[in-house]
């Protein structure tokens, strides 16, 4: 390693150190972890994309919080130190699972559509989809849920106060954190959108034009005040204080379309998880407003009718299942889910064994069934850098499983004057018309069209296994559409094919959504696979490292955590 990047790793290590929650005893075993060698732990586990975020949440498991105290740590500090998709502007799901009373609850806390949007505010006077507009202006931004859904998360079931487990985010954001070569790389992307916003250039980039170069320190004045303000009295802060009023005046400023009444009629909503089985281990996963949870269990629901681990892993006969199976089930989200609290959705039709059983007699078992009754969609970006799940699990059997977003990497590329909270454009992931796709290829109906206080459709899948009583694995990614079957893939390499959750999340993975009807399969599965999936009929597109998935997993006492190889920077750690 050469010496400037001991010097920054070094750096990074004792900003943590002295940020731990309160005397933290420098252990020398703490020290010397990377990456690349976490190995099983009897005590705890967090896994994010950010290594600091990671040790944060170590820092609170070691403090004696729990998971749930750990997670809004790691909540509030990715917003600090992973910009990108770490948030207080955008919105997520988090799964918790608590040991005291074997339950487990799902908190939604999803961004809204403001009170002022309306069905075709996406559409141009040609009827088209405006995708600038719904992308990248003000008025992709939706309502943000992550303040409210976070602090309701440590208020329901933490054990620490709101400001003891915002201290390290303010300490980060204020002191600041050494850039790191992803964090430089993913500004450097993302600076074409970001300079539409003044607060955006003023917390990203130098007087030049540049970011920060990597090992340069990073502070955030103005979001440090936010994180004070919230600290100090609470989420309410955000939706009615302070923060509302710079909110509300930057959209008046900017005509934007959020109001006092959109931030103040905010509320994360407490869920029951859609649950299922596969091959008798017990699977609890996000309910509607996200899609995730449903797929992702019909999907299981139909595979299980299948010997998978005798096709082998990954061969064609394999992934030819697989993809007949995605197909079915992302034409479904097309039509049937959305907001339930706007319209039902047929969640317990959709997650029955008896339709699965009816779906699995569409599967051609020898050739690929063509998606052509329906026009097909763009294809979906690659795989993406703009959602972040994390993981944590302690020692008293909690669980928490999260997934958050502001969609885009930098959302709208939008940051509040004043504030430094970036806005997300989460209003993409409604339909703006039917059978024109998202940005993600996904199509949509009548079930996610545009309305007024309505959350969008959503493809995060924070999910949680069990066998029996027992606490398997808890996983989740990024990637927009493509979250639901690397969800899957995690689940099934470890039950059908026997890996351990770091195999499992490493092994290459395939994806098909229906539309396009495209077979996407990661490039390490070589090429004479790809001759015989293009015999069974599918166009095949190889590409490159797909999306992200965070997990941890428990055998025989002992946590394994696993921090995606596909991209850099995150951390599994345990103690
Ligand atoms: O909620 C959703 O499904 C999308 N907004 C997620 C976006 C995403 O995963 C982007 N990044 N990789």
Redesign the pocket.
Known sequence: MPADSILKHAFMLCLVLSIALSSAHAEPDYLNKSTAESTSFRNGMVVSEEQIATLVGLSVLKEGGNAVDAAVAVGFALAVTHPRAGNLGGGGFMLVHLSKTGRTVAIDYREKAPLKATRNMFLDENGKVDTERARHSIYSCGVPGTVAGLSLALEKYGTMPLEKVLAPAIRLAEEGFAVTPELRKSLLKAKGRLKKSGESMEIFFKNNGEPPREGEILRQKNLAWSLKEISKNGPGAFYRGTIAKKITAYMKKEGGLITEQDLTSYEALIREPVTGSYRGYSIHSMPPPSSGGVHLIQMLNILERYPLSQYGHNSARYIHILSETMKLAYADRSKHLGDPDFSPVPTAHLVSKQYAKRLANRVNPQKATPSIYVKPGSPPPAG????THFTVADRFGNVVSNTY?L?FAYGSGLAVAGTGILLNN?MD?FSAKPATPNAYGLIGGEKNSIAPGKRML???TPTIVFNGEEFLLATGG???SR?ITSVLQVILNVIDHKMSIREATSAPRIHHQWLPDTLYVERETGKDLEARLREKGYEVKRTGPM?SAQSVAKTEGLFLGAADPRHPGGLAQGY
């Open positions: 993406g850098t703009d959602t977003t969609n989460e992931d959503s493809s995060m990024r990637g927009g979250i999306e």
